[in-house]
């Protein structure tokens, strides 16, 4: 049977607060954007998506975070510069720890 290490919660918590101001100075925090193509309208949608990029975001602190920490990039800010250019081009490039 394996033993569960200790964790240092003063290392995470330092580590969650590190990625938390990436996040803040990125502005990677949006306020929700509305579309309204169903899937019906499927070019429509993927259009409008593609238009609105730039406002494309994080819902809330803790989501960014856990995504920065699931999905790594470096450096870190750049996550979204990703993730945009994923949606405008429709081609995704597999990086670092990604599955």
Not at 16 to 26: A, D, G, P, R
Not at 55 to 71: E, P
Not at 78 to 91: D, H, P, Q
Request: glycine share 4%; aromatic share 6%.
């Amino acid at each position: 049977m394996k033993t569960i290490e200790k964790i240092d919660i003063k290392k995470v918590c330092g580590y969650y607060k590190y990625i938390e101001n990436i996040v803040n100075n990125n502005k990677m925090v949006c306020n929700s954007t509305s579309i309204t193509e169903s899937l019906e309208e499927i070019d429509n949608l993927v259009e409008n998506i593609r238009n609105i990029k730039e406002k494309i975001g994080f819902g809330s602190i803790s989501s960014a975070v856990t995504h920065l920490l699931k999905h790594p990039v470096d450096p870190l800010q750049s996550f979204l510069e990703s993730a945009r250019n994923v949606i405008a081009t429709g081609e995704a490039k597999v990086i670092i720890n990604q599955d």
